[in-house]
């Protein structure tokens, strides 16, 4: 499976971003999905996920009630709604599939075995 990010970009705190990420895999729906973010200096952390089967979602409580995570399995693309951003949101952000289909993973780096190459969001103050 491969994987592109992209849509990140420089925006004002309080402001919004949608990411992308598109899968190469016809297989794309059978894959739980993932979005990880890594700010300078900082480990790579887990920031939302959704499962294969139901589109169950799972936030860190970091973004909870700001960032949405979402897929179309038509279109390969699993998605990021960031609102309300703030600086402590910089990072470049990663997508990731699990590292088998028909398994819901969770929030750990290692359970991910497909990554993209991530896309950098800046949120000045």
């Known amino acids: 499976v491969q994987l592109q990010a992209y849509g990140g970009g420089l925006v004002q705190a309080g402001g919004s971003l949608r990411l992308s990420c598109v899968a190469s895999?016809?297989?794309?729906?059978?894959?739980?999905m993932a979005w990880f973010r890594q700010a300078p200096g900082e480990e790579r952390e887990f920031v939302a996920r959704?499962?294969?089967?139901?589109?169950?979602?799972h936030y860190a409580d970091s973004v909870k009630g700001r960032f949405t995570i979402s897929r179309d399995n038509a279109e390969n693309t699993v998605y990021l709604q960031m609102n309300s951003l703030k600086p402590e949101d910089t990072a470049v952000y990663y997508c990731?599939?699990?590292?088998?289909?028909?398994?819901?993973?969770?929030?750990?780096?290692?359970?991910?075995?497909?990554w993209g190459h991530g896309t950098l969001v800046t949120v000045s103050s």
């Open positions: 959704i499962t294969w089967s139901s589109g169950t979602t």
């Open positions: 990731a599939a699990g590292a088998q289909p028909y398994i819901n993973y969770g929030s750990t780096i290692r359970e991910y075995g497909y």
């Open positions: 895999a016809r297989t794309f729906s059978r894959y739980a």
